[in-house]
């Protein structure tokens, strides 16, 4: 092995790993007209979105605030570059160097060889032509197109190296059942940037547009790789001695990450895999009973309870969905209430983001399920199965659709609303378990385990909508008596001792609606038992 790691130069495994990529890349086309053709397509959507952005950057030469909207966007692109490796680890095959550790490599050859076959793809073409935009936004005389030619490089490379050495450092996390837990919250992480994103804009051009950014730009100019945007909007101004100084922080920032990368590279090679290793300690006992599990009932009703909460820790579509309920749940009354547009009835919201949790409550066990089934022998064990489900819910969603009220009613400092809000959400609450649990019995469909966004098996789309279509509907029409009342409420002028009542009603409304579903539904689950067991166990 000795001898055959100098038979590879640095400069032709630079060339050997250029031509591997490229013939990845061509592979992968081949037998395949549908992969072919996806991929061309999002080619020239890709090429023709980065010409248009590259172009509305350039027409913003002359822009009083031409600078500081490419700094900041020379952030953004920056951090995306830095969490997408992240999120997304299976995006890209060769992000992954644990496949070269048995090579007779040299870390320092494989990092350039690797930072020159990572400037291959549409990624790399994309931040080219927002980084050359970006420059050509600020670029005044012969001195900053200069200094433009070295910055949309050194901003491109910039990038580059510092998402390979972030998924160089983090490669046993993505490899492992965390790291796939945090790619299947990152369209969570996303929706709620987006919504982040959406209310800064509004409240930005409400206190005088691009102005209010220049305290954050004045900082961002500082920190790498936007500095290389920074550098030619000094350059273009005059400032060359600021611009030596971003210049130099620019290519220390790129030299500090490809000597991490080449120490992670090294720790990599010569640190065996965790998985391999036998464990040092053996495993504490954790009883069903012990820790905060203890307090849930015994008997079959607090296993069953213990089995649904676990699920929404450890499975990781169980917990996408469980924090994108919670979250959205939260942020849809919190930031509409911020907007000045709040209402408390939408902590409802939340509670119907919740609610559909109960639905499809067979599916998420997938063919583990037919354990469950064993214990089902009668509609008593199944009543006391759904009712174990329900509680396990009810558990956390009881709590967090009052936090939710009480948030949203402080912000928006209508609390003489509160009592009807509250006893909607939870009428609301309530009727969506009874129609869950229905739902359930009738309109059981598998949740696949691979793929992170696949959340119905092939052919059990169409029973997936309409069985959530119609507990929509149904749960609304159950509801209708509290609706009713709330809205009587809302519109009299004086409600007196009808509104306080509004929030008990609600609560005994939906604690019978819920116990009604149950009921009606344990009969169905134990008659259909096997076509339940069929239904789920397809992915």
């Known amino acids: 092995m000795s001898a055959a790691a100098p038979a590879v130069g640095g400069a032709s495994l630079t060339s050997l790993f250029v031509r591997l990529k490229l ?46 909207v490419v700094v900041l966007l020379a952030a953004i692109l920056a951090l995306g570059w830095t969490v997408m490796p992240l999120f997304f680890p299976t995006g890209d095959e060769t992000l992954d160097p644990s496949r070269l550790v048995m090579l007779p490599l040299r870390p320092r050859p494989l990092v350039r060889a690797l930072l020159a076959s990572s400037l291959i793809g549409t990624g790399p073409l994309f931040t080219l032509c927002i980084a050359a935009g970006s420059v050509a936004a600020v670029a005044h005389g012969p001195a900053g197109i200069a200094a433009a030619v070295l910055g949309a490089p050194l901003l491109l490379l910039g990038c580059v190296a510092l998402a390979r050495a972030v998924a160089t450092a983090n490669v046993r996390l993505l490899s492992s059942r965390k790291g796939r837990d945090l790619a299947v919250l990152s369209g969570l992480l996303i929706a709620i940037g987006a919504q982040v994103v959406n209310f800064a804009s509004q409240r930005l051009f409400q206190q005088g547009g691009l102005a209010a950014l220049e ?3 004045e900082v961002v100019r500082w920190l790498p790789p936007a500095t290389a945007v920074g550098m030619v909007d000094s350059v273009s101004n ?11 922080l620019t ?78 749940g939260m942020i849809v009354p919190v930031f509409n209430a911020l907007q000045g547009t709040g209402s408390v009835y939408l902590a409802c919201f939340g509670a119907g983001m ?92 598998s949740i696949p385990s691979e793929g992170a966004f696949k959340n119905v098996a092939p052919g059990q789309a169409g029973l997936a909508w309409l069985g959530i279509f119609c507990g929509m509907i149904a749960s609304a029409v159950i509801c209708s008596p509290v609706i009713a009342l709330t809205i009587y409420i809302s519109l009299a002028d004086d409600p007196g001792t009808l509104s306080l009542l509004a929030l008990p009603l609600g609560i005994a409304w939906g604690t019978l ?25 397809k992915g």
């Not at 991929?39 to 248009?52: A, C, G, Q, R």
């Not at 464990?279 to 203890?294: M, Q, V």
């Not at 709590?399 to 509250?422: E, I, K, N, Q, R």
């Not at 579903?517 to 067991?533: D, S, T």
């Open 238 to 248: 005059g400032a060359y001695g600021t611009a030596a100084a971003q210049l130099a």
């Open 215 to 217: 305290p954050v730009e």
């Open 354 to 445: 919740l609610g559909v949790q109960m639905y499809n409550q067979f599916g998420q066990d997938t063919s583990a399920f037919w354990m469950v089934a064993q214990t089902i022998a009668s509609p008593r064990d199944a009543y006391a199965e759904l009712r174990a489900r329900a509680a396990a819910l009810a558990l956390v969603t009881v709590p967090y659709t009052v936090l939710v009220t009480v948030v949203t009613a402080a912000l928006v400092g209508d609390w003489s609303a509160f009592p009807a809000a509250a006893g909607l959400a939870l009428g609301l609450l309530g009727s969506m378990l009874c129609t869950g649990a229905l739902v359930s019995a009738h309109f059981a469909y």
């Open 23 to 68: 013939s990845l890349m061509r592979n992968g086309l081949k037998g395949s007209s549908k992969r072919r053709a996806v991929w061309i397509t999002s080619l020239v959507i890709s090429l023709l979105f980065s010409l248009f952005v590259t172009l509305c950057l350039a027409m913003l030469h002359g822009h009083v605030h031409a600078g500081t």
């Open 251 to 328: 290519l220390a920032a790129l030299a500090a990450l490809l000597w991490f990368w080449e120490r992670s590279l090294t720790s990599l090679m010569v640190t065996p895999d965790g998985s391999t290793l036998a464990a040092a300690k053996p495993e504490k006992d954790r009883g069903t009973g012990s820790g905060l599990w203890s307090l849930l009932p015994g008997g079959r009703t607090g296993a069953a309870m213990q089995r649904t909460l676990r699920y929404a820790v450890r499975d990781p579509k169980t917990k996408s969905a469980w924090v994108s309920s919670l979250a959205v």
């Open 513 to 537: 609606a819920a116990w009604a579903g149950i009921r009606l539904a344990a009969p169905a689950v134990a008659r259909k038992l096997p076509e339940i067991l069929t239904a789920v166990s």
